[in-house]
């Protein structure tokens, strides 16, 4: 029989983690240095100082062809070149939250371990440490989950919406937007999309993708845009490849050889369809005239099913499908955060994200319930929305 000490009632207790201190050094050194999901922020960086306000301002950096100078007689004056104002983008900073609770029940089973094992010489200490690793690391990459969407629905879709499909126990019909403008946003309707149904089966009647994707490139660069790259989504990017005319444009990238004949169409389509993956992508480089960024990050959400009676987790692509867009190199923006308040001295709490975050703990001895809970209020917020530019091909 084990012996524990009167009112003993606690997972944080046993494995040895009593202090706000010692809290915050596992949750650095423990937790943080053993965290398996990949934080995926390209071009975002975070901001040093953070906030006590939940309202931001930003300034969007346009990119701007250079003035030339004016010719004159010697002993006139220019006219003064035009000012123009900096344009801000402006909004408010969602405050993320996740949590893990320990109720009596779930208590009772890890007590039950905890007595085999120290009947086998097990280490009660060591399997609660465990625990709690596993615990504290679910929420802490919740959050970089949260993070990694968030930075590609600012790119890809230009804002984050949290609706019942990304958020569906939390805020609704609220978007935060990135402040692109509208002309730089090129949709293709009817009979001009790539693909006209979902599976991506039907070929629309007018479609002309390699032609689409070459304006879409060459128009940047008329601009005056050298220095990007385009990102899209890596799965609907090779079923956008499957395309007719992009399987005989990649074909006859590898041959310059082959004839424009009826045969020479079957020839070219077959030699883009035999591609693997990184050779389709490097000859779409070729073809198009800039590097493109696949991403594969997915992403899911917990959701209580009313059908199958049960909770399900469905995946998202975090990165919009059918979406296609040029996206200066180098920074495009910053991560706005709100300054976490500490609970009290008596409180247990713990920093993630380098101090940005919090995980706190509590203990109520009434219902005999334990939680960890955390929070981060931070925002991906581009400051060169201006230079980026969509071809939402679907």
């Given at each position: 029989m084990?012996n ?34 990949a ?23 346009e ?29 408010s900073?969602?405050r ?5 609770i ?13 007595a ?8 009660a ?15 802490q990459?919740?959050h ?7 930075r590609d ?10 609706l019942?499909t990304?958020?569906?126990?939390g ?6 937007e990135?402040?692109v ?23 629309g009647?007018?479609s002309?993708p ?15 845009m ?16 499957s ?36 050779e ?22 917990e ?5 199958l009676k ?6 998202l692509r975090s990165?919009?499908?059918?979406t ?5 190199n180098?920074?495009?923006g910053?991560i706005?955060?709100v ?17 940005k ?18 929070e ?18 679907k």
């Open positions: 084990l524990y000490k009167n009112g003993f009632y606690s997972l944080m207790e046993q494995a040895g983690i009593t202090t706000r201190d010692a809290f915050d050094s596992f949750l650095k050194d423990v937790v943080g240095a053993n965290n398996s999901t934080l995926k922020l390209d071009g975002f960086l975070w901001e040093d100082r953070m906030q006590l306000d939940f309202d931001y301002n930003q300034m969007l950096v990119n701007r062809v250079g003035v030339m100078a004016t010719y004159v007689d010697k002993d006139s004056d220019p006219i003064p070149l035009g000012v123009k104002g900096f344009e801000l983008a402006g909004g900073i969602p993320q939250k996740s949590s893990y320990m109720d009596e029940d779930d208590y009772r089973k890890y007590l039950i371990i905890v085999e094992l120290s009947a086998t010489g097990g280490n200490k060591t399997y609660a440490e465990d625990v709690l690793f596993n615990k504290l690391s679910d929420l990459e919740t970089n989950n949260s993070m990694t969407y968030q629905s600012m790119v890809s879709r230009a804002m984050l919406s949290l019942n990304n958020n569906p126990n805020l609704q019909s609220i978007s935060f990135a402040g403008p509208a002309e730089n946003i090129t949709t293709l309707k009817t009979t001009y999309r790539w693909f006209t149904d979902a599976a991506k089966l039907v070929v009647a007018d002309d390699v032609g689409d994707m070459k304006t879409f490139v060459r128009a940047a660069k008329s601009k005056g050298y220095n990007f790259h385009l990102e899209a989504d890596e799965q609907s990017f090779y079923q956008d490849m395309h007719p005319k992009w399987t005989e444009a990649l074909g006859r990238a590898t041959n310059s050889m082959i004839p424009y004949t009826d045969d020479g169409v079957l020839i070219a389509k077959g030699f883009g369809q035999g591609m693997f993956d990184d389709i992508k490097r000859t779409f480089e070729r073809i198009i005239g800039a590097e493109i960024v696949l991403s594969k990050s997915m992403v899911a959400v959701t209580w099913d009313n059908t049960k909770l399900t987790r469905p995946t990165f919009e499908p059918n296609y867009v040029i996206v200066p180098g920074n495009i910053t706005k955060t300054m976490p308040l500490s609970p009290d001295p008596t409180g247990i709490a713990g920093s993630i994200f380098d101090n975050g919090l995980i706190k703990y509590s203990y109520d001895i009434k219902t005999s319930v334990q939680e960890w809970w955390s981060l209020t931070s925002l991906c917020v581009p400051n060169q929305s201006l230079n980026m530019y969509y071809l939402k091909t």
